[in-house]
Structure formats: C-alpha cells, structure tokens
C-alpha cells in the first residue's frame, strides 16, 4: 500500500498544474484516480561483423513508466517517463556505467468532446511510420459512420528539432476486412502514404500494405514498398508466409528512417527499406510448449546495389520463458549474410529479462 501512495503522489505533483487548468479536483482526489502501467527491461546483445571482426558486446537497461489521471468522465492526465542506459561492455577495464537519466516523453491530456477524442501535448506520433518517436502536438479521433477519420499536427517531434509534420488517416472495417489508409507530410523529410489491410479467409490471416514515399532529396520520385504476409495454424504450430516487392527508387518509407515502422519489411538484421528492385522472401513458423515459446524466421532478399544484382540471406531462432505473467526471460540468435564477393556473414545475440506491470 505504501508503495502505491508514493506512486500515487508522484504523479499527482507532475500533474498538479495541468490538472488545475483542466479540472477543478484537489490534489487528494487526483491520487485517488492514478493508474500505474510500464515495464523494466535489461538486454545483453552481441555482435560480431564477421571475418577478424571481435564480437562487440552492449548492455541495455530500459525502464518506462506511465501514469494516467483521470480527472473527470471527459479529461485524462497521461505521463510516461523513461529512463535508457547503454553501455559498451567491450570497454576498456575501469569504465564505468553511466547513471540513467529519467525524461518525460510524454505527457498530454486526453478528452472528449461528443463522439471526437482529442489528445493535446507531448505524445507519441501515430500511424505506420514509426516506432516510438514523439512530439508536441495536437491528434483528434473523430467516429464518422463506419469508419473513424484521425488528423494530427505536430510543430516539434523527435525527427529533428522544429521539424513539422501533418498526418491523416480513415480506419474503419467493412465485412471482415479491417482497413486503414494514412498520409503524412513531414517537413524535410517528405510526402507518405500507406493503404493496409488485413481479413482471414478460412484459417488463413491474409495481411497487407502497400507504401509510397515521395520528395525529400528525390524530387518527385516515389519510392514504394509492397508487402502481403498470409498465416495460419496447424495444430500447435503458426505458419507464415510473406512477400515485398519495392521499386527502383529505394525508400525507407519512415518519418525516421526506423525500419521497426510498419511500413517496412524485416527480421532483425535483413530490412528490405532502402533496398532497390528488391524481392523478399519469409517464412516463419513457431510453437509454444507450457510456458516456452520457440520460433524461427528465415528471409532472402534478391536486389540491385548499383548495376549489381544481390542476393541477402538471415536466419533467426528464438525463444521465451515466461518465468510468471509478468516476468518473461528471451533470447535469439540470427546469423546474415549477401553473396558480395569477398562479404563475411553477421551474427547477433540477445538476451533480455523483461518485467512488465
């Protein structure tokens, strides 16, 4: 209990100026209505770039809290405050681990007006074209019949600093076919557009997306990425097959050229964004045994670098522990490579404990 209040008190005092403003509730009422969500994660990853390379090792500490404060049936508080360390364990002897320093990533108030949900603050930016970058700025949802239509302006993000970007979306589902259209034009970046959908036709998940990138230092060449993944299960067993196709203007159709954004195609180290002429090929499959999960993914991408045609390979294994609930224990192994002449293949490790709550 003890632990809870100081939780509670905590966001209380981080919110306890906007709350004025969007609520008339005292301190003691805003503790009262404080949810605490987020995660602790420690990694240990290994590299080696193949050949005489030595195999570089980094440690990762990641921990992410978010508090939400609900004021009122309309307004909510929403805080997220995160903390990353990484360290080099390659180093020399005697180098010490930098202390984590804790930041508000996010931190915006959530309300209704009628049916629209508007969110107005510093918060994370949506749609396919990222993985976790965030800005300041305005994202209203507003339900219209069928479909929901979202709009978001954002006057400062994590892409650089003071860079705009405006985005636009539809979702909505018609039969069992759930669909999505988005289109964002960011400053000094460029023009996106990504039209996704997904149905399941008998015990087949059908899943695709097709992306285009325009502007930026290209002009007016597009660049775009198409992608279809089918899947299904059989018995204890998902299956998965996929395809990508790009064209001669390569792209990495991001707002931050993050190719863990939807709008790409990856494993780990293989990323089809960015790759010309490109055709790429996964098929995946896993299984969970008790409280094991085991998976494997293996892709080849044929390309052009230049007049040259290549061929990329990666296979991944993976596996997940989950020691209770909450507590998950993971590792993978990949191993990449291309057929360049005179090219050593690459391998990365991982294990990572992660606590979520």
């Known amino acids: 209990m003890t632990k809870m209040i100081k939780l509670s008190l905590v966001a209380a005092v981080a919110v306890a100026g906007l709350s004025t403003t969007a609520s008339a509730v005292s301190i003691e009422d805003a ?53 990353d360390s990484q360290t080099d364990a390659d180093e020399a002897t005697g180098a010490t681990e930098a202390k984590m320093n804790a930041q508000v990533t996010n931190a915006y108030l959530q309300t209704k007006a009628g049916s629209a949900t508007v969110l107005v603050g510093r918060q994370g930016v949506p ?41 636009v979306a539809v979702i909505g589902k018609t039969g069992n076919v759930a669909f999505d259209v988005w289109y964002a034009s960011v400053q000094a970046v460029g023009t996106l557009l990504s039209v996704h959908a997904n149905t399941t036709i008998g015990t087949v998940g059908i899943d695709a997306r097709h992306s285009t990138m325009t502007g930026d230092a290209s002009g007016d060449k597009a660049g775009t990425l198409t992608k279809v993944v089918a899947s299904t299960k059989v018995n204890n067993i998902g ?47 896993s299984t969970k045994v008790s409280a094991v999960t085991l998976g494997a993914k293996y892709v080849t991408v044929d390309y052009k670098s230049g007049t040259a045609d290549v ?36 391998t990365k490790t991982r294990i990572e404990v992660k606590y979520t709550f």
Do not use: C, H
Not at 248 to 261: G, V, W, Y
Not at 320 to 333: D, E
């Open 31 to 83: 503790i009262k209505n404080v949810t605490v969500s987020g995660q602790m994660r420690l990694r240990t990853e290994g590299t080696n770039a193949g050949g005489s390379a030595s195999t570089e090792t980094l440690n990762d500490f990641d921990s992410d809290i978010k508090f939400k404060n609900k004021l009122s049936d309309t307004n909510t508080i929403v805080i997220k405050v995160e903390a």
């Open 127 to 167: 749609g396919p074209f990222t993985d976790g970058a965030a800005g300041a700025g305005v994202v209203a949802l507003v339900p219209a019949g069928p479909v929901t239509i979202a709009a978001g302006f954002f006057n400062n993000t994590d892409i650089a600093a003071g860079v705009d970007a405006t985005e």
């Open 239 to 285: 299956l998965a097959l996929g395809i990508a196709i790009t064209n001669k203007d390569a792209r990495r159709i991001a707002i931050d050229n993050d190719n863990d954004a939807k709008t790409d195609f990856k494993v780990w180290q293989a990323s089809v964004g960015g790759l010309s002429d490109a055709t790429a090929i996964l098929i995946a499959a």
């Open 311 to 346: 061929t990329a390979t990666e296979m991944l294994v993976d596996a997940k522990y989950s020691i209770a609930k909450n507590i998950a224990l993971s590792g993978k192994y990949s191993i990449a490579g291309n057929d360049v002449s005179g090219s050593n293949d690459s």
